[in-house]
């Protein structure tokens, strides 16, 4: 299947649910009514567990005590946080069977290379929600990809596994999971610098904004070994030199050791697939 077919094939696409839609369309007004919101929120039941379980991530509150409530969790927020974190909760929702996915082990994986993100973010001093949101959205691709085609044989190995996956898809497909997610993440009308940093993960040097898209490679390299368990000499002969030194990342054992991050355990993915 030609990707322009793929992108006009609305029914692979999962639409923003209606009842997003209504908490979108509040918090876009020029005066959202917080106490709407989280009315609003209340009545989704799903998402509002995702959207504590985001909220209390490393991302949010670290050492902190942990939000239990929609309520607590807005005023934390404040709105424009509030929107995207609406958006990327939503995601987990959207995407549900697909064939031959494992979906908790997915979003586990998932959120470990958005919780790297972000760590990442917060060194280069850029937007820490933009960074850890992109690294959750980063597979999303790959899950419209394997709804379209669930026998390719180029979808076929495990995603958080495979480290030869996007040049398979190229060299099966002309085009692989990064242009499909950002797609995806434009449809659902995620801020552009997400969608650019999904777009160009693989390839990061093709990208305006350089930096957000070499740090989602770096945080999905380092997911994947962690992951491959890949240790020693091996560990230090995969690393992408090239894509951290064009970015001035110096501290490069930070992401090859085994506590890069608290790894997602897979209780807290479960409940967010």
């Known amino acids: 299947m030609k ?3 793929l992108l006009a094939k609305d029914a692979l696409i999962p639409s923003l649910p209606e009842g997003v839609n209504r908490i979108l369309g509040e918090l876009q007004k020029d005066e959202p009514d917080l106490r709407r919101v989280n009315q609003l929120l209340s009545g989704e039941v799903g998402l509002t567990v995702r959207i504590l379980r985001l909220v209390n991530s490393a991302r949010y509150s670290p050492g902190g005590s942990r939000v239990g409530t929609v ?7 404040g709105l424009r946080a509030t ?15 697909v064939p031959g ?14 919780k790297i993100a972000q760590s990442l973010a917060e060194e280069f001093r850029l937007d820490k929600g933009i960074a850890f949101t992109a690294g959750l959205l980063h597979g ?7 709804m379209a085609m669930p026998g390719r044989a180029s979808l076929q190995p495990g995603f958080a596994t495979d480290d030869n996956r996007y040049e398979a898809q190229i060299a099966d497909l002309g085009y692989a999971y990064p242009e499909v ?6 449809r659902w009308l995620f801020p552009e610098a997400i969608v650019e940093a999904i777009r160009f993960q693989c390839d990061p040097q093709d990208s305006e904004d350089q930096t957000l898209a070499s740090l989602l490679y770096l945080s999905c390299w380092s997911a994947r070994a962690h992951e491959l368990d890949i240790e020693g000499t091996a560990l230090f002969d995969t690393f992408p030199h090239g894509v951290a030194e064009a970015i001035g990342l110096t ?11 608290a790894w997602t355990p897979v209780d807290e993915a479960r ?3």
């Open 3 to 5: 990707l322009q077919d």
């Open 71 to 77: 309520e607590a969790a807005t005023a934390l927020l």
């Open 83 to 97: 929107r995207q974190l609406v958006q990327a909760a939503a995601v987990g929702g959207a995407f549900k069977g």
């Open 101 to 114: 996915v494992d979906m908790t082990e997915f979003w586990r994986h998932s959120l470990d290379v958005a």
């Open 140 to 146: 999303t691709g790959d899950l419209v990809l394997k």
């Open 181 to 186: 997610g950002a797609a995806f993440a434009s």
């Open 251 to 261: 501290d490069t054992q930070r992401l090859r050791d085994d506590k890069v991050i």
């Open 271 to 273: 409940d967010f697939s």
